[in-house]
C-alpha cells in the first residue's frame, strides 16, 4: 500500500470541501482533497443562496432556529467568506453579482422566482417583476426546458426556438464556445427583430466563457441577456464546480479524484490516516487534520438505513430526527421534513459533538439542523462554514 | 342526453372485460369510470398471472378457474403476458404437510407441477436463497394489467362501445323502482351528463357499496387492502411463491425492469383511505428477503395499495375468505359483479353477459376466450432494441419513452392527464419515479396546447404530491439519496411554491 504524507486531508469535493480546502493551502500547508466523484455542486443552479428566509441574508441567519450551525459563525466570517469567494470567481472569469444586504430573484425554468444571495453574472439580468418585457429562446429537442411553463407566468413573454443541430444541455453548450457557431446565432437573433428588453436563455451559453458569451450577444442586440438555470445536468453548477476546483489546484492543493474512501487509521484521540481506494488499490493518506465535507444525503456523506442514519467515513455520531415515520412530512410541499435536521452536530470549533479523535472538522451540508431547503441554506452556507472549519483547523495545527 | 344498453360502472379489469365481451356479442355499452381505466385495485395489485397454485389449497374452485384462464390469457393476451413460469419454494422450516396438501390439490384440479431440487431452482433463479429445501415449478406468469384494460377497451371502441373516464356516477336514474340511466359528473368541466340504458353493471370493486348505496341495496363486501413494494431491479426472472398458506410478503413477480413484492391484507374501512404504514414495508422487505436476500438490500422505489372486494364471510383472516367471484342481482335492473382476480377477469366478464344476453332474449356465444385482444400488433412489448432505436428523444430514461410515444398517446386519447401516459407507456414507472420525465412530459403537453402552462404547474404538484405518498415509507438508502435530489430539483432550482 502507497502512502502519502499532508498537513490536512479535506474528504469531499464540494463547495464547503474546496473553500477549506483553499483557505489551508493559501496558508502554505500541504493539502490533498479526495472524492468519491463529481460533488452535488455540480447539479445546482451556480446560485450562491444564503438564507433565502428574509429579504436580507444576515436578517434570515439571525431568525434561524437556535440549533442551526450559522449560529456558530460571526457575520464578520460570513462577510468574510462570500468576499473570499466573490474575489476567486472574478479571478477565474466568472464573476458573481449580488450582496449580502438584500437577497434578490432569479426567474427559474418554470416561471417561479427563485430567492438567492449570489448570482453569476449571466444571471443578473434576471427579471424582478412578472411584467418585465422578456424574449426567451430556446433550442429545438432539448428535453429539458419549456419556456411555455416561464410564459405562463411573464406577462409579457414569448419565445423562438433555434436548431443548434443538438439537443443536450452539455452539447449545446460545447458548440457555444465555437466563434463561428456563436456568430450564427447571433445573427439569427438579429433577424428576429426583437422588440422585448431582455434576452433570455436557458443555462447553455458555453461551457467555461458564458460570462463573455453572454456579453457578446447583449453588445451586438443592445439589451441585456441573461441565463435560466435548468434541471440537472446544470451548466452553472458545473462552471463553479470547475472554478472552485482549478483555483485550488493553483493554491498547491491536490485532488485524488475518484477516490473513495473506505477506511481510517486511528491512535489514540488522533486519525492518523484514511485509506482511499483508487481502481481497487487502497492508498493510506497521511495527515495531521483531516477536513469532513461530504455533503448531506445526496452528496453521500449521509446514509440511511432502515431505521438509522450513519456517516459512512468515520462512523461518527449522526444526529437521527425520529423514527423513520417522522423523516417525511405528508405533505411534499411544506419543506418541513424531519429529515432535514440530520447530520453531524458540532460545537464552536467545527469539531463533531462526542466525536473520539480531536483533529476531525466537519463542515457544509452534513451538519445537523441546516435545514438547506426549507432555509435556503446552499453554498452560501457551505462556503461559511467551510472557511469557519478551516480556521478551526488551522488553529489546532498551529 | 346518451342512450345505450348496458351501462357500467367501473373501468377495471372487470369493466373493461365486459365491454368487450359485449363488444363482441353486438351489444351497445358504455363504461363510466371516476379516474381512468385500471386505476384501483386493478393497477395496484402485483401483476400476477396465477398459474392456481396460491389458491390450490384453500380454495380449488378459485384455483381452477385461475388455471383455465391463465392458459386463454397466454393465449389471447399474449403481448400482456410475459409467460415467466413460477416457483413455490420452501424455505427451512415450513411445513411439509402443507406441501404434499398443495401437490395433491394441484393433481386434483389440474395445475401442472414439478418438483425441483434446490441446486436446480439455483440455476433458474440465481438470486434464490441458497437454504431452500426445494422448489415447485407452476405455470404463473406476469402480467400487464394497464395494458390488459386499455386492449380490452380498443375492442370496446372499434365496435363503438362508449366509454368515459374521469367521470364520477353521482346518481342512479330511477322509474317506477327500476334503475333506467345514471348521472355522471366530468371531473374537468363539473358537467353532468345523464346516460340511459336497460342494465346496470356495477363493477365498481372497492367502491360497490359507494354505487349499490344511491338506490339503497348493499352487498356483504369485504374491503382488503393489500401493500405491495417495488424495486429498482428485475431481481428473478420467475414468479416466487412461498410454499406455505398465504400470509404477508410471499409473492414476488418481475415485471418489466422491476419487481414487485407483497402482500398484506389488512381490513379497512373506506376504499379510499388506504395510507401505508413503514412497519408493512418493513414486514413486506423481511419476508421477501426470506426468498431472495437481495430484497434486504436493493432500493425499494415505491409502495403502495389497492382494495380488495371480497365476498364477506364469517372469516377473521381476509386472507381465508374465496378469491371467487359473484353476480348479485338487486332485482331492479343493476347487477353487482364482487369479488374474483385480475386473472380471473375474462371469465367474470363472460358470466356477467351470459345474464345481460338472457334478460335481453339474446343468444350469442362468448367469444373472448378464442379472439386475441384487438390493438395487440402494433405493441412492441419490451425490446430494448426496438425502444433504443429512437434514443436521441427518450424523454424517460429509466422506462425508455421517446417523446414519439408521449405525443402518440396524447393524440389518440387527447388526455389531459399526465398519469393516463404513464398508465400507456411506463413512463415514471422506473427507479426515479417520474422525477425526471413528468416535468418533461407536461412541458410536451402544453407544447402541444393539450393544456394550459398553468394548468402543467398545477398537475406537476398533484404528481408530485400523489407520487410522495407512494414512496414516503420506502425511503432510505440510496432510493432516499435520489429523494433528495429530486427534492432539490423542484423546490430548489425549479423553485415551486411550498404549501404554507
Known sequence: MSVIEYDVIVIGAGVAGLTAGTLLAGQGLNVALVTAGEPTACLSTGCVDVCSQNENPLQGIANLP????FHLVSSETILQALTDFQQVMTDMNIPYTGTLEKNRQVISAIGTFKTTCLTPLTMESSPQSIDEKIQIVTFTGL??????????????????????RVSTTMGIAAKFEDDAFLEAFISWLENLNISADKIAVPAVLGLESATAIMKRIASRLKRPVFEIPTIPPSMPGRRLFNALKDHFRSKGGVIYWGWPVVGVEKAGRLIEAVTAESRGRPNSLNARAFVLATGSFVGGGLHAERDTIVEPVFGLPVHVPSQREGWFDQDYFSANHGIGQAGIMVDTSFRAVGCPWDNIFVCGAILAHTEALKNGCGHGFA??????????CLEYLQ | MIKTDVIIIGGGATGCGIARDLALRGIPHCVIEKGDFAAGATGACHGLLHSGGRYAVSDPVAAKECYDENIILRRIAEKCVEPTGGLFVRLPGDSKLFRERFLRSCEEIGIPTEVISSTKALELVPNLNPEIEEAIK????????FRLCMLNMRTSKLKDGLSFTRHKVTEIIQSRGRC???????????????????????????????????VGCTVPLTLSKGSLVITNHRLTNMVINRLRPSSDGDIIVPNEAVCLAGTTSLTVEDPDKIAITPSEVDTIISEAGRMIPHFNNTRVIRAFSGVRPLLKSQKLDSREISR???????????????????????LMAEKMVDIIMSAFNLKRACETAEKPLDGQEELSGYPLSKRLADMKNIICECELV???EVERIIEQTGTRHVGDIQHRTRLGMGPCQGGFCTFRALGIMHDMQILTAEQSVQSLREFLQRRFR???????????REEQLVEYIYLGILAMERNK
Not at chain 2, 407452476?138 to 394489467?145: A, H, L
Not at chain 2, 346516460?195 to 357499496?209: E, F, K, L, P, Q
Not at chain 2, 407512494?470 to 432516499?480: E, K, S, T
Request: charged residues 15%.
Open chain 2, 180 to 214: 333506467i340511466g345514471v348521472k355522471a359528473t366530468d371531473a374537468a368541466t363539473g358537467e353532468i351528463k345523464q346516460i340511459y340504458g336497460n342494465i346496470i353493471v356495477n363493477a365498481s370493486g372497492a367502491w360497490t357499496n359507494l354505487i349499490a348505496g344511491l
Open chain 2, 470 to 480: 407512494g414512496i414516503r415509507c420506502a425511503l432510505w438508502g440510496d432510493q432516499l
Open chain 1, 383 to 392: 462556503m461559511t462554514t467551510g472557511h469557519a472549519a478551516a480556521r478551526s
Open chain 1, 66 to 69: 437556535d440549533l442551526h450551525p
Open chain 2, 402 to 404: 421517446t417523446r414519439k
Open chain 2, 324 to 346: 371467487g367471484f359473484q353476480i348479485i342481482d338487486h332485482q331492479n335492473g343493476m347487477y353487482s359483479i364482487v369479488g374474483g382476480k385480475l386473472t380471473t377477469f375474462r
Open chain 2, 138 to 145: 407452476v405455470p404463473d406468469c406476469s402480467i400487464d394489467p
Open chain 1, 143 to 164: 428535453k429539458d426546458f419549456y419556456p411555455s411553463y416561464i410564459i405562463s407566468r411573464l406577462q409579457n413573454a414569448s419565445f423562438s426556438t433555434y436548431d443548434a
